[in-house]
């Protein structure tokens, strides 16, 4: 499932520029995350990086974006092909 960063967000740039599917921009007054871009790090690491290194522990799985390890290997599919 995508992850979903809560208002506790101290907006201290340090997940940003870790995401590798670019999921991750500033929203109104915290960051947010692009459900349709973040596959939970699924194709490129094992656990969420940015979940690593937020220092307040504020990203959390989305409860309106649940999605099986299988969809997750299809959105990172999805989102490394050349037109996609
Ligand atoms: S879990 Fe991975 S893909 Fe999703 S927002 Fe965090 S760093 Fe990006
Ligand atoms: S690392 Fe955590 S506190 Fe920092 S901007 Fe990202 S979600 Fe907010």
Known sequence: MALLINDKCINCDMCDPECPNQAIYM???????DPDKCTECVGH????????????DCIKPDPN????????AE???RLTEPNG
Do not use: A, F, R, W
Not at 27 to 33: A, H, L, N
Not at 45 to 56: A, G, K, L
């Open 27 to 33: 929203g109104d007054k915290i960051y947010q995350i």
């Open 75 to 77: 959105k990172y599919l």
């Open 45 to 56: 690491y094992d656990t969420p990086t940015c979940v690593s290194v937020c220092p307040i």
């Open 65 to 72: 974006h649940k999605e099986t390890l299988d969809q997750l």
